[in-house]
């Protein structure tokens, strides 16, 4: 089985921390997001990783994985990169986004589910959510589940907490009958012009698809798609400010907030204080402990 990362974009949130690299390289607890992928998926057994590239993607050499090149990148979006990657599925696909790092548990847990399409969901999303946007939900997205975890909306926009059960993650396995209404929605997605209904969010340009506007089509198909839930143990880094709280998360320790000169917004509390990313280290700390839910049960509302 192969883990497929996407990390073609160029994520001009970022700036400046990508100018020269992709997001899968910008450094987080001295090593690069990518090395964190690769560490879990060797941990859990999968050897073969695949990476796809586009923005800088001179900068992926010498890392231990396969590399592709989406040279559409810019107008075919994080789907479009996925599918790059057609070839290489086989009966089962784990697909990752490049900007997220995860534990070995999470990905552990995604391997486990038996499900033809499973998705990592975060049931502890909310207070890492407002330490990097505080209330905002102009970027947050639907999820909303059943009882027994099978998802019903993913990836609309909301103006609601309610509508949030969950945080997608970025961590998707695409098995047996999932692969195929994968490979199915995207041709319908490319070539069916008499498919009288959006699909994949087509009311918006190719090169804006994510991954959830290809789950949320596949919601109404006939492969339930089901919530791997977690309570913790990932981060992303969407922004320079991100940098702190994926810290703070990752090892329990406030860490100040990221200033960069022409950089967002930073998050909504702490000290500010620049900050460059922490040097390598042969011995790294022994990371916290980490939990996952023995049971599936509907969230609180």
């Known amino acids: 089985m192969y883990l497929v990362v996407l990390a073609a974009g160029d994520n001009t949130r970022l700036r400046p921390l990508n100018d020269d690299r992709p997001a899968a390289l910008i450094p987080f607890q001295g090593r690069p997001l990518l090395d964190w992928t690769i560490s879990a998926a060797r941990e859990c057994g999968i050897t073969d990783v695949l990476v796809i590239g586009g923005y800088r993607y001179e900068a992926f050499t010498g890392h231990e994985a396969r590399l592709l090149k989406n040279p559409d990148f810019a107008t075919s979006g994080p789907v479009g990169t996925m599918m790059i990657a057609d070839g290489f599925f086989g009966d089962a696909v784990v697909v990752s986004n490049g900007d997220i790092a995860y534990r070995p548990e999470v990905l552990r847990a995604l391997l486990a589910s038996p499900a033809e399409i499973s998705v990592v969901v975060d049931l502890d999303w909310q207070p890492y959510w407002e330490r990097r946007f505080g209330e905002d939900l102009s970027d947050a ?99 320079p400010a991100d940098l702190a709280a994926a810290t703070e998360r990752w090892t329990g320790v406030a860490a100040p907030i990221v200033s960069v ?9 702490g000290p500010a204080a620049e900050a460059a990313p922490p040097a390598a280290s042969k011995n790294p700390p022994t990371p916290p402990p980490f939990e996952l839910p023995q049971i599936f049960r509907a969230p609180r509302r």
């Open 261 to 269: 000169p022409g950089s967002p917004a930073a998050a909504p509390s």
């Open 141 to 239: 997205r639907s999820l909303r589940m059943t009882p027994d975890g099978t998802i019903r909306s993913i990836g609309q926009e909301v103006n609601r907490i309610e509508d949030v059960q969950a945080q997608y993650v970025g961590l998707v396995m695409f098995r047996g009958r999932g692969v195929k209404a994968l490979r199915r929605a995207w041709q319908r997605a490319t070539g069916d012009a008499a498919y009288r209904r959006p699909i994949l969010g087509h009311v918006n340009a190719m090169a804006k698809l994510a991954v959830t506007d290809l789950l949320d089509e596949l919601v109404s198909g006939d492969v339930p798609i089901k919530a791997v839930p977690v309570h913790g143990g990932w981060i992303e880094i969407d922004t």
